[in-house]
Structure formats: C-alpha cells, structure tokens
C-alpha cells in the first residue's frame, strides 16, 4: 500500500496536475507516454486519457498494470514522444509493466477503475509500491519546463487539425515558438536547444501538411 500523504510528498495533488511518464502493459504489448495525473481520494491517482494515442487503446483492451515514473528530465518526455526506442525499460518489482531507467521516484499501480467519456477515458489507479532515489536537489532553471510546455503543445496539434480547429492549432505553434526563445535564453546546451528545435520543425510540418 501507498499511503495518501506518500503520494503527496511526491507532489501529487488533488487541485494540480504532475506530469509523469506512464508506462502499461497488456500482455506482451507494453507502452510508455507523458501523462498528467492527478490525487483523488482514498490514495488513488486519476488520469484523463483522449481517444486517438496508443494508451487510451491499451487501457480500453483492458491493461492492469502501470508505472508512474516521475522524472523533471525533458529528454524523457521528449523521447516518449517522438522517439520511444531511445527509452530503456526495466522490469517493475510488483507488476508487468515496466520502469523507465533514470527516474527519481517510480509507482506502481493497478487499474482500480475506468469510466468512458465521448473521447476520452477516466484511469483511477490503485498505487501498491513505491521506491524512490535519495537525489542531491537540483535547482530550478526555465529550459525543462519549456520544454515540456511545448511537448504538450504539440501533442494537441494532430488532434485540433483533425477537428478542424486550425486557429486553435496555429496559437499551439505560436506558444511553442514562444518555448523554443526561452530555452534559447536560459541554456547554451546543443542538446536541448536542438529538441526544442526539432519540435518546432515537426509542429510545422504537421500544421503545414
Ligand atoms: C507533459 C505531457 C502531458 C500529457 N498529458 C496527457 C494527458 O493527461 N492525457 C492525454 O491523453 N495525453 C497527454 N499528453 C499527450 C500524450 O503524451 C501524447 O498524445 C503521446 O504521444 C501519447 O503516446 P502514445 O500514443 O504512445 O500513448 C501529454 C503530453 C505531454 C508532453
């Protein structure tokens, strides 16, 4: 068991969303991807999954198992996103779904419950074990929370063109130019100034295609 105010010490919260990498399995198939998770009651976490990514797929087949993998590395969320091959998976103490190496803290859950939206799923997951990394702190800087911003944006991009919402869509490529200037401002590193600009690139080929 993981207690309620265990999760809240991992910052789970009732009013705001932490953003995770989540990984399931079903059967043989397992996937990983960014997820915002909220704390409900009784020490569940909650989950909105939107129809269309391969998640919502597995949850609705009917994956048990799950890791909450809680990380502040923007190259993971990056990775999950457009390239889940550079991951590495371990295996989970208590249930099938996997760990991704190189996280501060990792939970893992089983599916308590599911409710169906039009297009979207509700995920309530029972927590049962958590293990953590006594890391040194680090301190706050402005290019990983930019970068996650401009993932999330991204992510929206196929759903709102899909929909027909093509000015919704173009504003998500505005905010995510506007993410790109701050990693340009707040870090020389090559690597992360060149994720940034290759979701610049690929939220233009979208809009553009
Ligand atoms: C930080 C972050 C948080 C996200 N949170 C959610 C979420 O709560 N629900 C959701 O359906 N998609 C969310 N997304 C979008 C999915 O991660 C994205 O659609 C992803 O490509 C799905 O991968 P999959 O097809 O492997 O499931 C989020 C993306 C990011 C970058």
Avoid: W
């Amino acid at each position: 068991m993981v207690t309620s105010s265990e999760l809240k010490r991992l910052g789970f919260s009732k009013g705001t969303v932490s953003e995770v990498l989540l990984s399931l399995s079903l059967g043989n198939e397992v996937n990983i991807a960014p997820m915002g998770v909220r704390l409900g009651s009784h020490a569940e976490l909650i989950v909105k999954i939107f129809a269309g990514c391969r998640t919502y797929d597995l949850v609705r087949r009917g994956a048990r198992d799950y890791v909450i993998n809680i990380s502040t590395d923007p190259l993971l969320f990056y990775y999950a996103v457009f390239n889940k091959g550079m991951l590495a998976l371990r295996p989970a103490r208590y249930v099938k779904a996997p760990r991704l190496a190189g996280c501060e803290a990792y939970v893992e859950a089983e599916r308590s419950a599911v409710s169906h939206g039009k297009d979207y799923l509700i995920l309530r997951l029972s927590p049962i074990y958590l293990e953590y990394r006594r890391t040194f702190p680090k301190a706050f800087n402005r290019a990983a929370p930019a970068i996650i911003e401009a993932l999330i944006y991204y992510t929206k991009i196929p759903y709102l063109k899909r929909s027909g919402k093509i000015e919704k869509a173009r504003e998500a490529l505005d905010r995510i130019r506007e993410c790109a200037e701050v990693v340009e401002h707040s870090t020389r590193s090559r690597k992360l100034r060149s994720v940034m600009q290759s979701i610049v690139k690929a939220a233009e080929e979208i809009l553009n295609a």
